[in-house]
């Protein structure tokens, strides 16, 4: 679609249409209908409207819909790992791997290797106390069209403005809508498929394409990756599939829309994506989560595979229930996320990341084929308790590889923000190249904003350049702005966003607005 | 957690331990009871050779040092031509002398300079000098660190600096630990306490040179109080031989508009760490950590390098440069800290490598840790061989390709050499570098034409 953002040096932004269009149908680009994004847009003004009244805007995500729910009994054993697996009807071998997967956990649990390196800090996770499996009900047999899908969980994803139907078309977004653990519907399923890309849920790439699950599940990220990376394998219950064939460009962008709503559920979505070569794709997915006052678990993996001269863009845009103000609550999102690229083959993750009472998450590329790409764009916010410790791993192995690393972190409130990343260049990898930059701004005098980056280099001809700062919201420009009538807190966010801008820019233009509107909301009540 | 089995390498130590505890029974109570919390820190620390989880010897691996097997309390003798010889040397500084861990009174050449007290540190413990008694091992020993827990249990002997408030003793003191080329592999324990006093001007140059054939063991701890208005400049140049262990632990307390300036210079041993931290511990301190490493062969020279800003308005900037060639293996890990109330903090920190050869490996760490919100925070770490461009520039000028390379590489590390203020160290420490050139470039490999 032809829509562009282009946001100059004041923050101001423009929407240009390369046709005639009604305000009103671009609101299902947003993700809540009365979102500020609207406003400004039914304003129908070139920039940014200038009302901003944002008092007691508080999480608008947190509605809980009530849907019946098909709960396995909490706690997790092996007969949990074979009940979600009967359930999902899985074949004999993918069972296997996961009880291989839960016996390598129940390993790890014991040695206590849950890991502890990072900088956050929570209360011990009582894996027993958490339901594994949580689908709505009558969603054992797959809906075969919209028209089967519960209308109560439609009004749901109305909600949350997914672009589902005929929007989908419109908004050139073909999504998959994960529910809990259970892939709603997927949308423009037959038009991808004259292409021959398969975009389906986990679920129904395991059944109808077992052959190439089997042949990339768990090639990147095994299940013996990490603590995380090891329960989802063994509970995974369902996720995304992509198949884009060689040499095929997706024209439209896939999006995944991930909910967590039961109570003291957890979920553990897998997605695999694989750009066979030549291919490409850009894929973007989003999350929430209601409003509960205890902690949910999210344990995802996502791993990417890019063939040879194929490229993957994944965006993510991250909005789990951050917890109260007063920290209560809140999901803990613990996510294995890596991809592999092959000769020529290009990954570029891009993140915003403003939810979560806790994010742990490392987007990481590793770069095995020669000239083969990796880039990582991040933005990370914590207000309130937060904490997020994120950041990548560029793994160089490849010649000619080169990565690319742009990591904003914003912290406000008691929240704590830590960029942690590595790029290891290993001997092979001649004349590699990594630019890393990774900028923090701190908001009030109770937040945190950490750096620890790791830098391991063993060939010579490699070239790194890594250059940090933080800082705070510059008085200077803060003066300046609010002298020309901008309140502090709209002088803040524009700053803020200006700030964030190579990152944004990166992302769809859907995205985009809504990341910048995201960033507002959650910095509500840390300025002034 | 439970472990049945006793950390690692403590079982060797404690018989040492055992005889110089008995040795040392007429030791003031203080000392005693500094040396067995020591011991007893140490006992449960043992030499961190777990390669998970271990943060701070995540790259450098100790399992190699931890075999070893090291004898204690045996020294060998030293004459002064050996080392004036192996490091470097000015009649006119102020020279105190430290053997195999013992201070050496007629190896020392002292000028009784006015408000300088320097000389042995067992003579300052026995007669109790200045705060020695709540200074020593305030900063190094207390914490959960085994080498300075190892270093403080053996605490005996070293040099002790003292300058007395307002004094401006204009020339270099220069403390000079020697490893004698007794038989054998020893352990050493150089200490020493620099007291500055309010208002001072304190330049100070710390020497370690190694006359022995065989792997030694040197755990120096230096620990420096600067008080309010002090200025010290510190100086560090390691020279070990290349089969020794030398892990060297630096502690510095500054107080309200003091200034630390250090500067390392290191080249030798085999394992090497070089493990600084200052306090900035009152409004308006500031430090300065520079330093130069070069590695060759199957050296390993880690830099620890951190910073707390505890009070507002302080400034500590980081800058360290490493050249590194053969199979050898540098590590820079650089820490900030800026605490709650720190505003108004300043800190930088960059570390620079050229990476000569492909066996060489370089891990750069630089981190900042940032709780407060008003203050500026930036570092940068680079890593690459020397730049082709310049070199056919320099190579399209008639000069040969060694010739080049060998231009570049002393123009990388002119920066830091200029560092070194005293005029006869510079020279020392320059000689150095160009004899240890060619020594790199041997090591080196052709840059690829890929």
């Known amino acids: 679609m032809g829509f562009k953002l282009i946001p100059d040096r004041m923050g101001q932004v423009y929407v240009f249409a390369p ?119 009558g969603m054992n047999e797959a809906p075969k069209s919209l028209d089967d899908v519960d209308p109560e969980m439609l009004e749901t994803f109305e909600k949350l403005g997914i672009p589902l139907q005929e929007r989908a078309a419109l908004a050139g977004v073909a999504v998959d809508a994960v529910f809990d653990s259970v892939s709603v519907a997927t949308t423009m399923e037959k038009q991808l498929g004259e292409l021959g890309i398969i975009f389906c849920s986990f679920g129904n790439a395991v059944k109808n394409h077992p052959d190439l699950v089997k042949k990339y599940l768990g090639t990147v990220v095994p299940y013996t990756d990490n603590f995380f990376a090891s329960l989802n394998a063994a509970v995974f219950t369902d996720g995304s599939f992509v198949y884009i064939p060689p040499g095929v460009r997706c024209p439209i962008e896939l999006m995944t829309y991930f909910r967590i709503n039961t109570e003291g559920s957890g979920q553990f979505e897998r997605t695999l994506i694989i750009a066979d070569e030549g291919a490409y794709v850009s894929y973007l997915e989003g999350c929430t989560a209601p409003f509960r006052k205890s902690s949910q678990l999210h344990a995802a993996t996502v791993e990417l595979i890019a063939l040879d001269d194929s490229e993957i863009k994944y965006s993510t845009i991250q909005n789990w229930f951050p917890g109260t103000k007063d920290g209560e609550g809140g999901v803990y999102n613990f996510v294995t996320k890596r991809g592999r690229a092959d000769k020529n083959a290009k990954i570029s993750w891009t993140q915003v990341e403003t939810g979560s009472a806790i994010t742990w998450k490392y987007p990481s590329v590793i770069l095995k084929g020669d000239n083969s790409v990796g880039e990582f764009f991040s933005v990370a916010l914590t207000n309130n308790h937060q904490q997020a410790d994120t950041g990548t791993k560029m793994i160089h192995i490849g010649k000619n590889t080169k990565s690319t690393i742009v990591s904003k972190g914003i912290s406000a409130g008691k929240g704590n923000n830590t960029y942690r990343g590595q790029v290891l260049i290993m001997p092979g990898a001649e004349n590699a190249v990594n630019h890393t930059q990774c900028d923090s701004l701190l908001i009030g005098d109770q937040c945190g904003a950490h750096t620890v980056p790791y830098i391991e280099v063993r060939n010579p001809t490699a070239r790194l350049e890594h250059e940090a700062s933080t800082s705070k919201v510059s008085d200077e420009q803060l003066f300046y702005l609010m002298a020309r009538g901008l309140s502090e807190e709209e002088a803040h966010h524009m700053i803020i966003t200006g700030w964030s801008r190579e990152v944004f820019k990166e992302l769809p233009f859907e995205f985009a607005l809504e990341a910048a509107q995201l960033l507002k909301v959650s910095l509500e009540g840390a300025v002034g | 957690m439970t472990t049945a089995t ?248 500054q107080l309200d508009d003091s200034s630390f300036n250090s500067t390392t210079f290191a080249v030798g041993a085999v394992i090497a760490r070089n493990d600084i931290h200052t306090q900035l511990d009152a409004p308006g301190a500031s430090c300065t950590l520079h330093g130069l490493y070069m590695t060759s062969g199957t050296q390993q020279q880690d830099q620890e390098i951190s910073t707390t800003h505890a009070k507002p308005h302080c400034t500590s900037k980081q800058f360290y440069k490493g050249i590194l060639s053969g199979k050898s293996h540098a590590v820079f890990s650089g820490k900030v800290v800026v605490e709650r109330d720190a505003q108004k903090s300043d800190a930088t920190q960059k570390d620079l490598n050229l990476l000569l050869s492909r066996g060489a490996e370089i891990d750069a760490k630089p981190s900042l840790e940032i709780y407060a919100d008003d203050v500026t925070a930036a570092h940068g770490a680079t890593a690459g061989h020397v730049d082709r461009d310049t070199l056919f520039y320099l190579q399209s000028r008639g000069v040969d390709e060694e010739a080049a390379k060998a231009i570049l590489i002393r123009g990388f590390a002119a920066e830091m050499l200029d560092e070194f203020k005293p005029k006869a160290l510079y020279e020392f420490v320059e000689r150095v570098t160009d004899e240890r050139i060619p020594v790199l470039l041997a090591e080196s490999d052709a840059l690829g034409t890929a």
Request: charged letters at 20%; glycine letters at 6%; a negative charge.
């Open chain 1, 19 to 137: 046709f005639e269009f009604n305000i009103s149908d671009l609101a299902p680009y947003f993700f809540t209908t009365d979102h500020p994004s609207r406003s400004y847009l039914l304003t129908n003004q070139n920039t940014i409207s200038r009302e901003s009244d944002l008092s007691g805007r508080e999480y608008k995500w947190g509605f809980v819909t009530d849907v019946e729910t098909d709960l396995a009994p909490k706690g997790l054993s092996e007969d949990i790992v074979r009940l979600i697996s009967s359930k999902k009807g899985e074949p004999e071998w993918l069972l296997e791997w996961r009880l291989k997967a839960y016996r390598h956990w129940v390993k790890l649990a014991e040695a206590e290797a849950e890991p502890t390196w990072s900088m956050i800090d929570y209360p011990g996770i009582d894996y027993q106390d958490i339901y594994y499996y949580a689908a709505p009900k």
């Open chain 2, 6 to 253: 006793l950390p690692a390498a403590v079982g060797k130590y404690s018989e040492a331990f055992a005889s110089f505890a008995e040795a040392n029974s007429d030791a003031p109570e203080w000392l005693k009871a500094v040396r067995s919390q020591a011991w007893a820190t140490f006992s449960e620390l043992g030499i961190p050779v777990k390669r998970r989880g271990n943060e701070l010897w995540k790259y450098t691996d100790l399992r190699p040092l931890a075999a070893l097997d090291f004898e204690h309390g045996i020294g060998g003798s030293v004459s002064l031509d050996e080392i004036k010889a192996a490091g470097p040397w000015d009649d006119a500084w102020d020279t105190v002398v430290v053997v195999d861990g013992v201070f050496s009174a007629e190896l020392s050449n002292l000028q009784g300079t006015a408000g300088l007290t320097a000389g042995s540190l067992a003579e300052a413990i026995s007669s109790g000098t200045g705060d020695i008694e709540t200074q020593l091992a305030s900063l190094a020993g207390r914490e959960e660190y085994a080498f300075t827990a190892l270093s403080t249990a053996f605490v005996d002997d070293g040099a002790y600096v003292a300058i007395a408030d307002d004094a401006d003793p204009a020339t270099p003191i220069h403390v000079v630990f020697v490893t004698s080329n007794a038989s054998g592999s020893r352990a050493s324990y150089p200490r020493l306490l620099v007291d500055a006093g309010a208002n001072t001007l304190a330049v100070i140059i710390e020497t370690h040179i190694n006359l022995a054939e065989s792997a030694q063991l040197s755990l120096p701890v230096v620990e420096v109080f600067a008080k309010p208005g002090a200025t010290v400049r510190h100086y560090r140049v390691q020279m070990e031989n290349e089969l020794s262990y030398h892990l060297g632990t630096i502690r510095v307390h």
